[in-house]
């Protein structure tokens, strides 16, 4: 089985099993590696949340082992994606042999990580507690405010929540026609995330691959994935109806099939969505995701 195979597996019985992993609720925060302390990024937020732990923290079997700790008998080992880069002399040997031009610059690999709940010997840091408060509405609005570059947002009691590619404008219903805060950011956070596709942008319209359909439906994963990491960076909620839930899944799960590569094509373009809107990318440069 190779990377693509592994993740669309795990994404697929998510989603068999009822649940669309980018909307689960957030109560760890980001995944982290306990030895760099780094956030994980991309594709791995959604495999990691998947799987269901208390902890945030997660380690390799032999990081465990030298932090004086050790997997318990009969864990599983959760499968991550990292990114090897390619030197000059590989890029050149593979353009010569495969005739393209410009051959991928990184190439992804699959390794395999144990979350703190699953290993013993190893105190868990101070922070690794689940976020029990409300939802950080103040973080959730001073985010959008420092958008750098942001489209117009209008609101409107008629209006239904889209982003005007033409227009470059961000129409949604008042915030007090939606259930909750949470709600509310997650809609928007969907189309700011489109927002970020725009040719002074990401420029990520140009460079979609496919017919018209498949297009579309890559670009609605982007914004679906992208508000999800908006979220959990945020601390609040992506939710979503349970009418609108079986209709998503069926679709979603379609297209992954459809295509293995999908949603690790689509991680990678949200991550970079998301380090625009927080400020992470400078207007006009786009670079592949290729962080843990």
Not at 128 to 150: F, H, I, T
Not at 223 to 252: D, K, M, N, R
Request: charged share 20%; aromatic share 8%; hydrophobic share 40%.
């Amino acid at each position: 089985m190779n990377i693509y195979e592994t993740v669309t597996t795990r994404i697929l019985n998510q989603l068999d099993a009822g649940v669309v992993p980018w909307r689960k609720t957030w109560t760890t925060s980001l995944p982290k590696s306990l030895t760099t302390g780094r956030d994980y990024r991309g594709v791995n937020i959604l495999v990691l949340a998947a799987a269901e732990f208390t902890s945030r923290y997660w380690v390799t079997y032999r990081e465990a082992q030298r932090l004086g700790g050790y997997v318990r008998r009969g864990q599983r080992a959760t499968p991550v994606v990292y990114w090897k880069w390619r030197t000059p002399e590989e890029l050149a040997r593979i353009a010569l042999k495969t005739g393209r031009e410009e051959p991928a610059p990184c190439v992804p690999f699959v390794a395999a990580v144990f979350n703190l709940d699953q290993v013993e010997g190893i105190a868990r840091p101070a922070d690794d507690v689940p976020s029990r408060g409300g939802p950080r509405l103040n973080e959730a609005e001073r985010l959008v405010a420092a958008m750098p570059a942001r489209p117009e947002i209008v609101y409107g009691a008629a209006l239904e929540p889209a982003y005007n590619r033409g227009t470059d404008q961000v129409t949604m219903p008042h915030p007090g026609q939606f259930e909750s805060g949470g709600e509310h950011f997650a809609a928007l956070y969907h189309e700011l995330t489109h927002s970020t596709g725009a040719t002074h942008r990401l420029n990520r319209f140009a460079q979609a691959e496919g017919e018209r359909g498949e297009r579309y439906a890559f670009e609605e994963l982007v914004a679906e994935i992208g508000a999800a990491f908006l979220c959990a960076a945020t601390g609040i909620s992506h939710p979503v109806t349970e009418a609108l839930q079986a209709s998503y899944i069926a679709g979603w799960s379609a297209a992954l099939r459809r295509d293995q590569r999908l949603v690790l094509r689509a991680a990678s373009a949200a991550q970079r969505a998301v380090d625009y809107i927080r400020g992470g990318i400078p207007v006009g440069q786009d670079q592949p995701d290729t962080t843990t």
